[in-house]
């Protein structure tokens, strides 16, 4: 079984900072990408940003500049830096990843993608 914990959503005025984390646990062989998604109400679920176990990261335009994703691979957390925050970035945010599980005798299992429980992200004007 592998779970992804999500931290660090509130409040916050616009202009001001958050940090997001998500820590995968479980019986992980390898973490092939971890990335966030954001959906506000009555809209899509959109890719906010993805990091590679390569380390090649990729962002929505809306928020280049802005937002820092990066990746601890000891911990197995991915974090999301949110600087100079716009009420349009208000939204659930999802973490995600590609997990690779090990199977009882250590070797790769299968991979597939699991999802976070979603955080609120809130800004006000």
């Known amino acids: 079984q592998v779970q992804l914990v999500e931290s660090g959503g509130g409040l916050v005025e616009a202009g001001g900072s958050l940090r997001l984390s998500c820590a995968a646990s479980?019986?992980?062989?390898?973490?092939?990408?971890m990335g966030w998604y954001r959906q506000a109400p009555g809209k899509q679920r959109e890719l906010v940003a993805v990091i590679t176990s390569g380390g090649r990261i990729n962002y929505v335009d809306s928020v280049k500049g802005r937002f820092t994703i990066s990746r601890d691979n000891a911990k197995n957390t991915v974090y999301l830096q949110m600087n100079s925050l716009k009420p349009e970035d208000t939204a659930v945010y999802y973490c995600?990843?590609?997990?690779?599980?090990?199977?009882?005798?250590?070797?790769?299992?299968?991979?597939?993608?699991?999802w976070g429980q979603g955080t609120q992200v809130n800004v006000s004007s």
């Open positions: 479980g019986n992980i062989f390898s973490i092939n990408a």
């Open positions: 995600n990843a590609d997990i690779t599980t090990r199977t009882w005798y250590s070797s790769p299992a299968n991979t597939q993608t699991y």
